[in-house]
């Protein structure tokens, strides 16, 4: 019988350091928290699944490689921040998946031919495929603002017809959908397990409103697959007559074609559970497809106790939002919460996120002063999950409880009271001038907020090259006030003194005295 050898993982490189910190945690710094690692401590990621209504231990279907497909916009108009939220959600699990060792397939589709997109076309006197083209660009904007790690791929619906067609051709052979009056319907009393996803009785489900034509249907929970050719409204040729997609259709025939027939997440908001996610699943499975092994869904970003969406008009646009936060603060206030739970918005809530924020702001900043300028951890690209060179995993610096706390169903309130935790330990270093526990707070802190997106140092926050010109003018008009400031007080001036101070204090600019002469620094 032949032994095979056992693939145990070398201890010295995966553990560099235990460190019991004295108030009851015992850290651990660890070096390329790949698979290995995981397997060193048994780790499993765990996720809350819809369908399963649990928290379920997660398995890839190819061990290290994990499909992701996400639900993204229909672009009928521009993004409001309950759109930011589900993409910052999902942004995280991404992040977290890669972080762990995964190489992650990443697939967020685009809804861009709909009967609202036509509706608000026809209001705004524009092609519709322009206003798509138009919105779209505005959520990807939004996007790349709040730092989101783009999708491998970004689907659109209208250049996948052929493969809906194909779709709707295996479901009419397999008798789960008919063509009816130019359009064609799936037969939900063919599916077996009907309304399982959201937790409805077939008996209860409510008729589906998403045609004015429900003569033709054989029951009226049937939803459209395929909506025959109006006048003066896009549509394509089918071997069912001319027509345009039904909305649930496109995500079956994108994520079978991207991710395969069956794949390992699907995300969402909640507001997607039904009918969209529980027809995308039926189309699926009654094609014969295995579709997605686990659900994950957002909480929804409410205002005034309700949903934020168009149809409500208390819609808070993204543009409006950045004028109040900056970005990494808006992204630090839509993830702070669990993602399954609901956010209520409120400004204070808002305004009291970006304060948290810059208190980590804060230590970063004054520790990779203290320490000479340069970042004791790895370069910021290394640092950010799906940055990393192929095939090397990125070189973070986690604690356990920040581990263990992302492993929980993404804990992100727990991982970031791990954060804050390593922003007191850092701040405590810097009253004692203990530079190595600094430069091991600091890369703790970055790591940490590498996973979660909101590494402060992440060029990504850069305002662009006109942003480096701006500081190193904005740098030389404070260098020569303080020289003004300092001679004013060497001559006895003190009021001309105080004076520059104040009117520095005044336009955002706080001037620190410290034994290495004055700083300068913007106010946040
Ligand atoms: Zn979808």
């Known amino acids: 019988m032949n032994s095979t050898p056992s693939r145990i993982p070398t201890l010295p490189r995966l553990v560099t350091e235990w460190n019991d910190s004295g108030d009851g945690q015992v850290r651990c710094t660890l070096r390329g928290s790949g698979p290995a690692y995981r397997t060193l401590f048994r780790v499993t990621l765990r996720l809350y699944d819809t369908a399963a209504r649990a928290v379920r231990g997660f398995e890839a279907i190819t061990p290290g490689r994990v499909s992701v497909y996400v639900c993204g916009a229909t672009v009928q108009g521009v993004p409001h921040i309950g759109h930011l939220r589900s993409a910052v959600c999902f942004d995280i699990l991404v992040r977290w998946l890669e972080a762990s060792g995964y190489q992650v397939t990443y697939c967020r589709n685009v809804t861009d031919i709909d009967d609202k997109i036509l509706r608000a076309a026809d209001a705004a006197g524009t092609p519709w495929w322009a206003l798509a083209e138009r919105n779209l660009r505005a959520f990807t904007r939004s996007y790349d603002a709040v730092g989101c790690r783009p999708p491998d791929v970004e689907p659109r619906a209208t250049g996948h017809i052929p493969e809906m067609i194909a779709l709707m051709g295996r479901l009419i052979d397999g008798g789960h959908a008919y063509p009816a009056g130019g359009d064609v319907y799936f037969d939900v009393r063919t599916a077996s397990d009907y309304g399982v996803l959201s937790g409805q009785r077939l008996a209860d489900i409510r008729p589906a409103d998403d045609t004015d034509r429900p003569g033709y249907k054989r029951d009226p929970r049937d939803f459209a697959l395929w909506k025959g050719a109006k006048p003066a409204e896009p549509s394509w040729e089918s071997p069912w007559g001319s027509g345009r997609p039904g909305w649930h259709l496109e995500c079956s025939a994108m994520s079978t074609k991207y991710l395969g ?156 009271a791990a954060v804050h935790a390593a922003v007191r330990d850092g701040n405590y270093a810097l009253t004692t001038g203990d530079t190595e526990s600094i430069g091991g707070c600091l890369a703790q802190v970055r790591s940490m907020l590498a996973v979660l997106g909101l590494d402060p140092l992440n060029p990504v926050w850069e305002s662009g090259d006109s942003g480096d010109r701006l500081y190193a003018v904005v740098d030389a008009l404070a260098g020569l006030a303080l020289r003004q400031r300092e001679a004013a007080r060497a001559r006895g001036d003190y009021a001309s003194a105080d004076s520059i101070r104040d009117t520095l204090a005044n336009i955002g600019v706080t001037v620190e005295d410290t034994p290495e002469g004055p700083r300068w620094e913007l106010r946040r």
Request: glycine share 8%; no cysteine; net charge negative.
């Open 261 to 416: 027939p069956v794949f390992d997440i699907h995300g969402g908001g909640l507001d997607l559970l039904f009918p969209h996610h529980e027809n995308e699943r039926a189309q699926s499975l009654a094609a014969g497809d295995g579709f997605a092994r686990y659900w994950l869904h957002n909480g929804l970003l409410e205002m005034a106790e309700q949903k934020m969406s168009k149809s409500l008009g208390n819609v808070l646009l993204v543009t409006e939002i950045l004028t109040k936060v900056r970005p990494q603060e808006l992204r630090y206030y839509l993830g702070q919460a669990h993602y399954r739970s609901g956010l209520e918005y409120s400004e204070e809530a808002l305004d009291e996120a970006a304060a948290a924020y810059q208190r980590i702001e804060r230590f970063v900043t004054r520790a990779v002063r203290a320490l000479g300028g340069a970042p004791s951890a790895a370069p910021a690209a290394t640092l950010v999950p799906g940055t990393a060179p192929p095939g090397e995993t990125p070189a973070l610096d986690l604690p356990i409880s920040f581990t263990a706390a992302m492993d929980d169903d993404l804990g992100v309130p727990a991982a970031l």
